[in-house]
């Protein structure tokens, strides 16, 4: 880890979920996973390697006063920087990003990934460091088709494929800087705002337990994994 050690390293945590796709009125963030919010248990998994993190945790202002409830009544004090959100997850990350200092390396991470590895975020931070992106990715499992304007569809090799997860892991100066850009529809994630600065994208291994907690079905497997003992975080 020697190219990590002239770098102070930062995450910010984006979660400005609602709760709709969980059929709850509460947003996904903040729903219980073994006894505590989603949202904890991202956060010590930066707070539990062994390099320290400094925490940027982005959420909507509308919701701030509720986290706060929530670390008071689960006794819950990793420090953390707290930042309002955008309107757009563009803008979210924008605002977080505004708190990392140039010199560092910044993982930018989902708030409702909370099962991501200690392994797999210093892999991210170790490619940043030393070719300046780092972006989480794994190869696909199901055969996949292409869409034709006619209504039919044609078969795509899938070994040519990558799904995207987070964190997408940066030089600090450079994320900043492709944010300086107007939003963009095809703007989907960091990465895509990276490549349209002109950073090329080096992925790296991430793990199908790296899951993101979008639907009940999501929920019921992040308990199971948990309960398996497969991830241990430090309280």
Same mark, same amino acid.
């Given at each position: 880890m020697d190219a990590l050690s002239s770098s102070p390293l930062y995450a910010v945590i984006v979660a400005g979920?609602? $709760?709709?796709?969980?059929?709850?009125?509460?947003?996904?963030?903040?729903?219980?996973?073994?006894?505590?919010?989603?949202l904890m248990h991202t956060?010590?998994?930066?707070?539990s390697l062994p390099q320290s993190v400094e925490l940027v945790l982005v959420l909507p202002e509308v919701q701030m006063a509720?986290?706060?409830?929530?670390?008071?009544?689960?006794?819950?004090?990793?420090?953390?920087?707290?930042?309002? $959100?955008?309107?757009?997850?563009?803008?979210?990350v924008k605002?977080?990003?505004?708190?990392v200092p140039d010199k560092a390396l910044v993982a930018i991470h989902d708030g409702v990934r909370p099962l991501i590895e200690g392994d797999i975020i210093l892999r991210a931070y170790q490619l940043a460091a030393e070719k300046g992106t780092a972006v989480v990715a794994v190869p696909l499992k199901?055969?996949?088709?292409?869409?034709?304007?006619?209504?039919?569809?044609?078969?795509s090799p899938r070994e040519e494929y990558r799904l995207v997860q987070t964190p997408q892991?940066?030089?600090?100066?450079?994320?900043?800087?492709?944010?300086?850009?107007e939003e963009q529809p095809?703007?989907?994630?960091?990465?895509?705002?990276a490549e349209a600065a002109g950073l090329h994208i080096h992925l790296t291994e991430g793990s199908y337990r790296n899951l993101k907690i979008t639907?009940?079905?999501?929920?019921?497997?992040?308990?199971?994994?948990?309960?398996?003992?497969?991830?241990?975080y430090r309280n």
């Open positions: 979920g609602s $709760g709709s796709r969980m059929q709850s009125s509460l947003p996904k963030q903040f729903l219980p996973l073994q006894g505590k919010p989603v956060l010590q998994a930066f707070a509720y986290w706060q409830q929530l670390c008071r009544q689960h006794r819950f004090t990793l420090p953390h920087q707290l930042v309002a $959100g955008g309107n757009s997850r563009f803008q979210s605002r977080g990003l505004e708190k199901d055969s996949i088709r292409r869409l034709q304007a006619d209504g039919s569809s044609q078969s892991t940066f030089r600090a100066e450079a994320i900043r800087s492709a944010y300086a850009r095809h703007f989907t994630d960091c990465a895509s705002v639907t009940p079905e999501d929920l019921l497997l992040a308990e199971a994994l948990l309960q398996n003992g497969s991830l241990h």
